[in-house]
């Protein structure tokens, strides 16, 4: 289960624990649609904005994000690789 949920009203003049519960959503535009795990952390986040967005529950899944390495881990990889050792 999950929650899609939609931020249809302005946050300007917001207070700034708003401002980042909003951000912590994943929601930058009005109109922004988002599909998040159902957790009780996302549904704290969501009371506290609830007047700015709307919810609902959906039965689809909440895409999974993939993990990326570190960028400084990354180019080391990338410099062992092109200087394979015979």
């Known amino acids: ?3 899609k949920i939609r ?3 302005s ?5 700034d624990d708003h401002l980042r519960t ?3 959503l994943g929601l930058r535009k009005m109109g922004q649609v988002r599909v998040l795990q159902d957790t009780p952390a ?7 904005v609830k007047h700015l967005i709307s919810q609902e529950v959906t039965e689809e899944q909440a895409p ?3 993990r ?3 960028r400084k881990i990354a180019v080391r ?3 062992r690789a092109g200087r394979k050792s015979p």
């Open 1 to 3: 289960m999950s929650l």
């Open 64 to 66: 999974v994000g993939k």
């Open 11 to 15: 946050f300007a003049g917001a207070p």
């Open 22 to 24: 909003i951000r912590g």
């Open 77 to 79: 990889d990338r410099a």
């Open 42 to 48: 996302v549904r704290g986040m969501v009371f506290k």
């Open 68 to 70: 990326r390495k570190p």
């Open 7 to 9: 931020l249809f009203k």
